[in-house]
């Protein structure tokens, strides 16, 4: 591995679009090299750091093995992947990407509407046919982990290599999971999401891998990174709040008031949860305190920052 600090990323689809444009927000700009079907980037503004475009699949496999030091990819693809407290940390999930992992089954299982029923099922489709029901799925790990939760047992896995929602229609299997977004592909294939079978509700996190080996020109460049990130985060969901100062001592208490309420005084002003700003800016006004200007930062940066004290604690 190269002394630079290696960040995968999404190579097609929608996510990798979500995902530039997240970089892009956060003031990192993704530059592919060697024209758009290259497969090697970098970000500018982030120097000491190579981007390689992988699958999303892929990418959960690089962490894993620690072929990257970061990445961006679904919780369920990393969940996947076995033992996921050894292998990688989640540093931040990104809100996009989103899809649920269920337990899916035919809607002519009238009487099937839980695990519990599933359970039941399964067991008299075994005395039944000699046979165990079929659970096809590209999730193997999971399935097997949820079903043993709820004491399903009476089932064997079909892997799924293509359109996993077309299984019972096609004979291959009685069941499925699989991920969604709207269960509209499932409805269309005549299934149905048990009201108990939500397995994961899964999005797009940044995660770092634990097996990687990182030294501390990388994670100079990865605390560049996430300080950006989460500066940008913070700075989505803060306003600044600017006004003439009096220096007397009505400004004083309504400042005291909002700073023990959560606000954080600034130069000349406070930060404070864009969600508190009107009532903020009504209580300086009361105040005899005007006019209040009301902005949205790009970024805030913190004098910490959580996601890299995380990593620093279980890489270092």
Not at 163 to 187: C, F, K, R, Y
Not at 208 to 228: D, G, H, P, T
Not at 261 to 288: E, Y
Request: aromatic share 4%; proline share 3%.
């Amino acid at each position: 591995m190269s002394g630079e600090l290696i960040i995968a990323v999404p190579s097609k689809g929608r996510l990798k679009e979500q995902v530039e444009a997240w970089l892009s927000d956060c003031g990192l700009d993704l530059a592919a090299s060697g024209g758009a079907r290259g497969y090697l980037a970098s970000l500018k503004g982030l120097p000491g750091a190579q981007v390689r475009l992988l699958s999303a699949s892929d990418i959960a496999d690089a962490l894993g093995v620690g072929e990257a030091h970061l990445g961006v990819t679904g919780e369920d693809l990393l969940r996947e992947r076995g033992d996921l407290v050894s292998r990688v940390i989640l540093l931040r999930p990104l809100g996009f990407g989103r899809a649920d992992l269920v337990v899916a089954a035919p809607k002519s299982w009238l009487d099937v509407d839980t695990m519990a029923d599933l359970e039941e099922v399964a067991h008299d489709y075994l005395a039944r046919t000699g046979r165990r029901m079929r659970v096809a799925t590209k999730y193997l790990a999971q399935t097997r982990a949820f079903f043993a939760r709820h004491g399903v047992a009476d089932y064997r896995i079909t892997e799924s290599g293509g359109a996993t929602e077309g299984a019972p229609a096609s004979g291959a299997a009685e069941l499925v999971v699989d991920i969604t977004t709207t269960g509209a592909t499932l409805a269309a294939n005549g299934l149905k999401v048990l009201s108990d079978g939500l397995i994961l509700r899964s999005q797009a996190h940044l995660a770092a891998s634990l097996k990687a080996a990182w030294s501390a020109e990388q994670l100079a460049v990865a605390e560049r990174l996430l300080r950006m990130v989460e500066a940008r985060a913070a700075a989505l969901t803060s306003a600044t709040l600017i006004w003439p100062a009096s220096g007397d001592a009505a400004e004083a208490k309504v400042v005291d008031a909002l700073v023990a309420d959560g606000a954080v005084r600034r130069p000349h002003g406070l930060l404070i949860a864009t969600a508190r700003a009107a009532d903020a800016a009504a209580a300086l006004t009361a105040a005899g305190l005007g006019p209040v200007t009301v902005a949205q930062p790009d970024f805030v940066f913190d004098l910490g920052c959580a996601a890299i004290a995380t990593l620093r604690d279980r890489v270092i």
